[in-house]
C-alpha cells in the first residue's frame, strides 16, 4: 500500500520567518501535487511536479521534488499570516490514482 | 462561474434517513470524484468517476452509492445514515494528471 508521510504534523510559527514542510514515501510516483486548504473550503492545488528533481516557485514557496521521485518538500519563505492552512501532498501512480498524506497544519502568528 | 459546485454545504440530519448530496463541475473535465473529509483532515477516496463509468470503487459500504446522469454531474446518495458517516465529503473533478479542482465541501452530521 502506497503511503505519503507529511512532517511536522503541526507547525506554527512568526510572520517573518522562513519554514519547510516534507512530504516522503517508500513508493515512487509519477506526479506530485501540493495542495492548500482553508476552513470550510476544498484543498486548492499549488503546484504539480513531475519530473525527479524537479523545482517550481509559485512568489514566497517552493517547492522540490526529489530525484527519486518518493518525496517532496515546500519551503516558504517570509511567511505571512495569509499561508495559514493545511497543506497537502497528493501522489499520482501510473494509473493516475493520487493518494494524499494527512497534511501538516501551519499557522503564521502575526 | 464556480468550477465545482456542491450541494448543500451543511447537512444536519438523524441516523436512519436517506439524503443525497450534488455535484457539478463546468470544466469539461472527464473524472469526477467524492472524497471523504474526516475530523483529523485525512481525505480518502470513495468514488471515481470517468465517463459515466465507475473506475475506483474503494472499500465504501454499499449505503453509498454514486449517480452520474452526465460527465458534467456526480450524485452521492446515502441511505440509512449511521454516525460514523459524519464528515466533510468532497467532490472533485481533473483531466488526465493535471490536478484535482474540489468543491467547497459538504458538511454531514449525523444525530
Known amino acids: 500500500t502506497q503511503l505519503l508521510e507529511q512532517s511536522p504534523q503541526f507547525l506554527s510559527i512568526q510572520e517573518g520567518e522562513n519554514l519547510t514542510v516534507y512530504c516522503n514515501s517508500s513508493?515512487?510516483?509519477?506526479?506530485l501535487q501540493w495542495y492548500r486548504q482553508e476552513p470550510g473550503e476544498g484543498p486548492v492545488l499549488l503546484v504539480t511536479?513531475?519530473?525527479?528533481?524537479e523545482v517550481k516557485k509559485l512568489k514566497r514557496l517552493t517547492f522540490q521534488f526529489g530525484d527519486a521521485r518518493k518525496d517532496s518538500s515546500l519551503h516558504i519563505t517570509a511567511a505571512q499570516p495569509g499561508d495559514t492552512g493545511l497543506y497537502l501532498c497528493?501522489?499520482?501512480?501510473?494509473?493516475?490514482?493520487?493518494?494524499f498524506g494527512k497534511g501538516t497544519r501551519l499557522h503564521i502568528l502575526p | 462561474d464556480t468550477a465545482v459546485s456542491q450541494t448543500p454545504k451543511y447537512l444536519v440530519t438523524q441516523m436512519g434517513n436517506d439524503k443525497s448530496i450534488k455535484c457539478e463541475q463546468n470544466?469539461?473535465?472527464?473524472?469526477m470524484y467524492w472524497y471523504k473529509q474526516d475530523s483529523k483532515k485525512f481525505l480518502k477516496i470513495m468514488f471515481s468517476?470517468?465517463?459515466?463509468?465507475?473506475?475506483i470503487n474503494e472499500t465504501v459500504p454499499n449505503r453509498f452509492s454514486p449517480k452520474s446522469p452526465d460527465k458534467a454531474h456526480l450524485n452521492l446518495h446515502i441511505n440509512s445514515l449511521e454516525l460514523g458517516d459524519s464528515a466533510v465529503y468532497f467532490c472533485?473533478?481533473?483531466?488526465?494528471?493535471?490536478?484535482?479542482?474540489f468543491g467547497s465541501g459538504t458538511r454531514l452530521t449525523v444525530v
Open positions: 470544466l469539461g473535465h472527464d473524472t
Open positions: 511536479v513531475v519530473t525527479g528533481g
Open positions: 472533485a473533478s481533473s483531466q488526465g494528471s493535471k490536478g484535482y479542482t
Open positions: 513508493s515512487v510516483f509519477s506526479s
Open positions: 468517476y470517468n465517463n459515466k463509468e465507475l473506475i
Open positions: 497528493a501522489g499520482a501512480n501510473r494509473d493516475d490514482k493520487i493518494i
